[in-house]
């Protein structure tokens, strides 16, 4: 015998709404909503943001220079430093207090590429500028460079290299006066590099980018624990003000583990003078599954 499906009776004046078709209605209209603004759109959802259709000149390559350098500190690996090739794509969106926050794709490069080797990758990344305030809030993630394992071995070969060396360092200039990096000196440029990231993320803002111009004043100690510990001073060349800032920069690092950075610098146009600290596992979260 097969059962007939009735059907159900139409509700009467007075009844209270069936439970059933209401959350279809609301299931319905997020639906809705969900097409009208897709994941992933990059839109922000606060409130009091408006898209800038002529964000200002330069903030696209500002913002992905600021995602580099926090990205080169929380990867801590000096055999795998980055830096920007072409921003692709991006967004900008300001609100009252005229911040800005900027989504966009970039290619980037190995600081130091080999030859016949290919060294383009890609990042996106979300940058937070809180108006003239410095320390960008962060979110990137990028495709990887190098194999992990080649990585790892160029990492500790360098380490090996600073811990065998008879004479703790004591450099006096990078590079020299002709602009020449010594071929030996180059592995003490780029973990000084990785060092100054940190450095240069954390005095960023929206309108002011660094570059490290020169290194100085290096000096290696001998501790009792395996992790590299040296001293150094850099210039930080200050885009667009065209100063050069003296900042002295302590790093300890060990091949796989977190950097620890402490710095300060003597700021030029003012008497006020920067300092701070941070270790690489400590600062706000960024994706480096694909690094």
Not at 7 to 14: K, N, Q, T, V
Not at 36 to 57: I, K, M
Not at 167 to 186: E, Q, T, W, Y
Request: aromatic share 10%.
């Amino acid at each position: 015998m097969q059962l007939r499906r009735q059907p159900l009776p139409a509700p009467r004046p007075g009844d209270p709404y069936p439970a059933a078709p209401l959350l279809a209605l609301l299931l319905l209209l997020a639906l809705q909503g969900a097409a009208a603004a897709p994941a992933g759109s990059g839109e922000p959802e606060d409130s009091g943001w408006r898209q800038d259709a002529e964000p200002p000149r330069g903030l696209l390559s500002q913002a992905a220079r600021a995602a580099l350098h926090f990205f080169n500190f929380r990867a801590s690996s000096p055999s795998a430093l980055r830096v920007l090739a072409e921003v692709q794509e991006g967004r900008a969106w300001i609100n009252q207090k005229k911040e800005y926050k900027v989504d966009l794709v970039f290619t980037t490069e190995l600081y130091n590429p080999e030859e016949g080797k290919e060294h383009l990758g890609k990042c996106s990344a979300r940058v937070f500028f809180r108006n003239e305030k410095p320390r960008p809030a962060i979110n990137i993630t990028c495709t990887r460079l190098i194999e992990k394992k080649t990585r790892q071995e160029e990492d500790y070969q360098l380490y090996k290299y600073m811990k065998q060396l008879k004479n703790l360092l004591d450099v006096v200039s990078i590079p020299d006066s002709h602009g020449h990096i010594d071929p030996s000196l180059r592995p003490i440029w780029d973990l000084a590099f990785l060092g100054s990231s940190y450095v240069m993320w954390e005095k960023t803002t929206q309108f002011l980018h660094y570059y490290m111009a020169q290194l100085s004043s290096v000096k290696q100690w001998k501790t009792n624990e395996d992790a590299i510990d040296f001293d150094y001073t850099v210039l930080l060349h200050e885009f667009s003000t065209q100063e050069m800032i003296p900042c002295h920069i302590h790093v300890v690092w060990y091949p796989g583990k977190p950097l620890k950075v402490k710095y300060h610098c003597q700021e030029l146009q003012t008497p006020e003078e920067a300092s701070g600290t941070e270790e690489a596992s400590a600062v706000a979260p960024t994706e480096l599954s694909n690094f």
